[in-house]
């Protein structure tokens, strides 16, 4: 069974700062799909970004990239200039290519401070 | 963008009402829908699979009497919490997938914005 796993609870960083979120899965399959979400204290879940395991190349959305090292299983999201709005819960997840449910880490709480 | 609209957002009830929860794509039909539940600080937890047409797919230790899940069309699946009780109170969360969508599975799921459920 696919497990996710991130180790910071909380994390806390300075406004306009940068900031790495870590995440690390098992899984015995060669091919899947992994996703950084955000919920807001609204606790609407907004998709941050996403990586297909079968590419290399890192993703990157604007201020928001990822560190995927597949042979690690690691799937880091690094958030650049830091923003107050960035302040919400981040979980990173894990979807099979059997496409049958997507699979949460436990979440990061991150506080931006002015 | 795709959407998903989940009603109501809040609902307050009396203990051992049943209270139904609706989960919509808007604009893109669903054949799959998922149910989850997320008690205050902690991630999201699967509850069950909806698939239209058949019998929704629970995880264990998901009592199927009590979360009856209906999925009767593509763009429409229902969560009932039957005779709730206080420790049914919590946030549920629905999402539906785009099985159209040229970026297949990348295209990720689309969640609805949660109900707030609370038994007194």
């Known amino acids: 069974a696919q497990t996710v796993t991130q180790s910071q609870p909380e994390m806390s960083v300075q406004e306009a700062e940068t900031v790495t979120l870590s995440c690390t899965y098992d899984?015995?399959?060669?091919?899947?799909?992994l996703f950084w979400y955000k919920q807001p204290p609204s606790r609407q879940m907004i998709l941050v970004i996403r990586?297909?395991?079968?590419?290399?190349q890192n993703a990157t959305e604007n201020r928001f990239s990822v560190n995927f090292q597949k042979a690690a299983k690691s799937f880091s999201l690094k958030i650049s200039d830091s923003q107050l709005g960035d302040t919400a819960m981040y979980f990173c997840?894990?979807?099979?290519?059997?496409?049958?449910?997507?699979?949460f880490g436990p979440g990061t709480s991150l506080s931006v401070i002015p | 963008g795709a959407v998903v609209s989940q009603h109501p957002s809040w609902v307050i009830c009396k203990s051992g009402t049943s209270v139904k929860i609706e989960c919509r794509s808007l604009?893109?039909?669903?054949?799959?829908m998922f149910w989850y539940r997320q008690f205050p600080k902690q991630s999201l937890m699967l509850m069950a699979t909806?698939?239209?047409?058949?019998?929704?797919?629970?995880e264990q230790g998901v009592e199927k009497d009590k979360f009856l899940i209906n999925h009767a069309s593509l763009t429409l699946s229902t969560l009932t919490v039957t005779s709730a009780h206080p420790e049914d109170s919590s946030f549920y969360i629905c999402?539906?997938?785009?099985?159209?969508?040229?970026?297949?599975?990348?295209?990720?799921?689309?969640f609805g914005d949660g109900t707030r459920l609370s038994i007194l």
């Open positions: 999402s539906a997938s785009n099985p159209d969508s040229v970026r297949g599975p990348l295209e990720a799921q689309h």
């Open positions: 899984t015995s399959e060669n091919n899947y799909y």
């Open positions: 990586q297909e395991a079968y590419k290399q």
């Open positions: 997840a894990f979807l099979s290519t059997s496409y049958d449910k997507v699979i």
């Open positions: 604009d893109f039909q669903a054949t799959t």
């Open positions: 909806s698939n239209e047409g058949s019998k929704a797919t629970y």
